[in-house]
């Protein structure tokens, strides 16, 4: 099996991305068993100086000097369970000393096996406002929407002030679940929980929208990767 390096930004993400390759591998492989994993993380606060200074070559190499040292650890492909830090991966992937899965990609292939036409998008103020989902579902035909301003500020606060420290609160829950309805009312299908810690708030059971879940969606990936190729 290929082995599998994930390039961590936040913890929560993470960690959810990795318990769920550890799941996924033993649903495919059979009880306890999951390909090789290496895990490489600066701090959520590095990237955050850079991210915040819209400094994108900044976030490109702490990535790459992640890929670097998973690379030297064995790793044979990268993932990122960190949707907002891609924004910099068309300065990675070129320059990287493995191949990439890109967690949008992911979602949209996910979207349109399942015949989704309009997506409503949440995560960070700059995954909502940036290119990544935009680029990766118009390349695959879809939609998508995202919340009003003041919204995607409130939304954004949520993540950066509970989420990523693993703070999850029933009011948080509330406003999450009364965007998503409005988002279903504009005429989505479906909503991409596209900040890794999102789902850890959002289950499907409490979503007014069927969920597409990026963390698992791109562990679940990186396994198939691992055990197919």
Known sequence: MLR?????????????????????GAERLGKHQHPEVSLHSFSLAEYMQSIAAGDWAGVAELMLASADKLARAGADFLICPDNTIH?????????????????AREVSAEATRQGFKRLAVLGTRYLMEGPVYREALEAAGIEHRV??????????????????????????LAYYVEVIRGLKDRGCDAVVLGCTEIPLLVTGEASPLPTLDSTRLLARAAVRKAVED
Do not use: K
């Open 87 to 103: 924004q910099a991966f068309d300065l990675v992937e070129h320059r990287s000393p493995r191949p990439w899965l890109h967690i």
């Open 147 to 172: 919340p009003g301003a003041e919204q995607r500020e409130r939304i954004d606060r949520i993540i950066f002030d509970e989420l990523v420290s693993a703070q999850f609160l029933p009011r948080s």
């Open 4 to 24: 599998i390096g994930i390039v961590a930004c936040s913890t929560e993400g993470a960690a959810l991305c990795y318990r769920m390759i550890s799941l996924e």
